[in-house]
């Protein structure tokens, strides 16, 4: 009896806490939403009614949506490219053992664990006085791409680890070359990772804004954007870009989820 008392205040305490946990995360979300459709853009009290001016007004606003652009281009850009070496990279890890391969390992995952601002102080000398190439658009899809690659390689190699390599070995049993068949095989079996991987690289870079502040020059980019209109008091249409991005993500992993398997892939479960 005291077991299973001590087991419901167990499970009580819990579930409270878990409330408590997402409390903290999506109430400041709700705000912004509540707030991007207010008539009173800087605080729900006293509540002055609702409108969508601030959207039509974001919405015309040529500066924001050329970042946007920047920014969704910069992504897949940055995250077709970690990806395109990510996936051969997982393979080298995962199958064979060549030289340096730990320092390898170590040098993949780096731009996940590097701070942010010493990255991009380091990215901007190189650039600078090395490779003597202004900060703009090609840097940062490139710096982007750097910071992605760790979330493919790390999925990708998971998957890769519990793959069957029997299957591959009775593909080429049965006449087809190693390229046929890891393409027809093996890249089929670890897609879900890679599609994973992708969308991961691409949410990291659309939503990056330290390292993009010190490689991106003069291209604007929709973080960079949103700190200036933070830095110039325009509330209004920082509510409103965050509730688009918000909602332009959450149906992103909704459907990448659902249809895509990012669960499946991540466990490296079928």
Do not use: K
């Not at 010493?118 to 982007?144: A, S």
């Not at 095989?185 to 502040?213: C, K, N």
């Not at 010190?214 to 604007?220: A, E, I, K």
């Not at 920082?238 to 993500?249: M, S």
């Amino acid at each position: 009896m005291a077991a299973t008392t001590r087991g419901r205040l167990l499970s009580y305490a819990l579930t409270g806490w878990t409330a408590v946990v997402l409390a903290f995360l999506w109430v400041p979300l709700v705000f912004i939403v509540a707030l991007s459709v207010a008539e009173n853009a800087s605080t729900l009290f006293p509540f002055e009614g609702l409108t969508l001016a601030h959207y039509r007004a974001t919405l015309a606003d040529e500066e924001l949506l050329r970042s946007v652009a920047n920014s969704f281009s910069i992504a897949t850009l940055a995250a077709a490219a970690a990806t395109a070496v990510g996936v051969p990279g997982s393979v080298a890890l995962v199958r064979y053992d060549f030289p340096l391969s730990g320092a390898f390992r170590v040098a993949v995952v780096l731009p996940m664990v590097v701070p942010g601002v010493v990255l991009g102080i380091g990215l901007l000398i190189y650039l600078r006085t090395v490779l003597d190439v202004t900060p703009g658009f090609v840097p940062t899809v490139l710096t982007h791409a750097v910071y992605g690659l760790p979330f493919v390689v790390l999925l990708v190699s998971a998957r890769l680890a519990a793959f069957d390599e029997s299957l591959e070995e009775a593909a080429r049993d049965l006449g087809a070359s190693p390229l046929e068949a890891f393409r027809d095989v093996t890249l089929p079996a670890v897609a879900p990772a890679v599609a994973a991987g992708f969308l991961f690289a691409w949410i990291r870079s659309f939503e990056e804004f330290v390292r993009a502040y010190f490689v991106s020059g003069t291209t604007d980019v929709l973080t960079t954007t949103m700190y200036a209109m933070l830095a110039y008091g325009t509330a209004p249409r920082l509510n409103v870009i965050a509730t688009l991005v918000l909602l332009v993500l959450a149906v992103v992993l909704a459907v990448a989820m659902n249809v895509g398997d990012v669960v499946g892939a991540v466990t490296a479960g079928e």
